[in-house]
């Protein structure tokens, strides 16, 4: 069921969530308030959400994505080290300027393959419990 829809039910079903996502906090607990795919609100743990957006743009949240992303720096990284090196075959002096390049590669590689775990791992936990995927899109 759509969040847009006005059923008794549905409203009845986000205020149970939402109560017991009140809670959980209340205690302690680390949690997301998310819908699913199907439109159902949820309340994620931190290790079952993966990787939140809050953004109305397309953004990359799979861990496959997120490695194409890690596999784009490194790229970015290998070519910029030529880039450094390339001069001193003609006898020039390295193009040092471009290791500001190799370090925004290699920080992208790390960025990325850390959010690439984490979307896995949680992509595994969800699996794991039996929980709905949490949507992309923005309802509320």
């Not at 205690?27 to 159902?40: F, I, N």
């Not at 992303?69 to 040092?96: C, K, N």
């Amino acid at each position: 069921m759509q969040s847009g829809t006005t059923s008794g039910d549905s409203a009845s079903h986000d205020n149970q969530v939402r109560a017991f996502h009140n809670e959980a906090v209340a205690r302690g607990e680390k949690r997301v308030l998310c819908r699913t795919t199907d439109g159902r609100l949820y309340s994620y743990a931190r290790d079952e959400i993966g990787v939140v957006t809050a953004s109305s743009h397309p953004t990359v949240r799979s861990a496959g994505g997120l490695i194409a992303m890690a596999v784009f720096f490194a790229a970015l990284a290998v070519f910029s080290i030529m880039l450094v090196a390339a001069p001193t075959g003609r006898g020039q002096d390295p193009m040092w300027g471009a290791l500001v390049l190799t370090a925004a590669g290699v920080g992208g590689v790390v960025y990325s393959a850390r959010l690439a775990a984490k979307a896995y791992k949680a992509k595994r936990v969800r699996a794991e419990r039996g929980i709905p995927e949490p949507t992309s899109r923005q309802f509320d």
